[in-house]
């Protein structure tokens, strides 16, 4: 039979934790990536050698790889050295090699996921070199996406700099597949970047698959802040249309009181509240569950756990 194909859009972090755990299940996955990060290693590679972001991609591919983790583990160490390598990823180092040498940034993940054995599809949002902008709501213009972020300001619109071409490859797998899922992540910068693009968001709203939304856990400084869950669906509704969500997922965990206090006061950052009061008035379906672990002393979602919900509605949905 032949397996189901799920399209997972979004950025480095949130992609890569869905996906880690969606692997290990009986289905085709293409991720979709976004290609404008401009902080950190990426931001000084994209400066030197004029590419698109590789750092969210490096970081998917690393979580698709069917290797040991002692191998993978190798494409997220940053260099620590008094040289012009210091902090750069052994990753993004390797992806910019390949991208330099073919000049073609789906062929150098295509070559990297053989040497991750990657079985499934990793894609660029697209081949060209992009710039995220952000309109904030006193109408204030702030350029690239590291600043967006650390401007920590409320946005009423997101936009490119560039005139661009999305990978013809994107929009196929998203007329192919049976369920595209709109990743947690933030918000404005790894979820947005895809949904502005106008031909995304009309294959998404043309498309036969359903629609999930996993939601963020936790609020963002200034760009989500009282947010609930129903004003992230509103932002993502302002793209792609009014109930074309078809499920939303979210996590129901009472938190410890310390922890939260924690990321309040270090991150300015709360958990999203679930706002039964105006999801009741929306269309689609609320699937909630404990989704978050707090292990290691950070709040984040279960890979397993989440991706065992979303292939449990795949197979009762499609």
């Known amino acids: 039979m032949e397996k189901k194909k799920i399209v997972v859009l979004g950025g480095g972090t949130g992609a890569s934790n869905v996906l880690k755990g969606l692997k290990y299940f009986p289905v085709d996955i293409t991720a979709i990536i976004t290609v404008s990060d401009n902080g950190r290693s990426t931001g000084r590679l994209r400066k030197e050698f004029s590419t698109p972001a590789v750092g969210d991609i490096r970081h998917v591919l690393s979580n698709l790889s069917t290797l040991p983790d002692e191998v993978k583990n190798i494409m997220e160490y940053r260099m620590s050295t008094y040289s012009d390598l210091n902090g750069h990823s052994m990753g ?13 940034l789906k062929k150098s ?16 949002l697209s081949e060209d070199y992009l ?31 560039e005139d661009f071409h999305v990978l013809p490859e994107v929009l ?27 031909d ?14 996993v939601c963020n856990a936790m609020t963002q400084p200034g760009e989500t802040d009282n947010f609930g ?13 009014k109930d074309r969500l ?16 924690k990321y309040s006061t270090q991150e300015q950052k709360d958990q999203v509240v679930i706002d039964y009061e105006n999801i009741q008035k929306a269309k689609y379906e609320l699937i909630e569950s ?23 509605y795949l197979m009762n949905n499609t």
């Open 172 to 198: 196929n797998s998203i007329k192919e597949a049976d369920l595209i899922i709109l990743s947690m992540g933030s918000l404005y910068t790894s979820i947005l970047p895809h949904l502005i693009c106008t």
């Open 92 to 104: 993004n180092l390797i992806l910019t090699s390949f991208f330099k040498e073919t000049g073609n």
């Open 229 to 241: 869950v129903s004003d992230h669906v509103n932002v993502l509704e302002s793209y792609i249309g």
């Open 109 to 124: 993940i295509e070559y990297m996921s053989k040497l991750l054995r990657i079985e499934h599809t990793v894609l660029p």
């Open 246 to 261: 078809n499920a939303v997922i979210v996590s129901n965990n009472v938190m410890p009181a310390e922890l939260l206090k």
């Open 131 to 161: 710039t995220l902008m952000g309109e904030t709501d006193d109408g204030e213009i702030i350029e690239g996406e590291e600043e967006i972020t650390y401007a920590k300001k409320h946005y009423k619109r997101i936009f490119y700099k």
């Open 290 to 312: 404990d989704l978050l672990t707090t292990a290691d002393g950070t709040i984040k979602h279960d890979t397993l756990k989440l991706s065992s919900l979303i292939f449990l």
């Open 200 to 213: 995304v968001a009309k294959a998404i709203n043309n498309a036969k698959a359903k629609v999930i939304y």
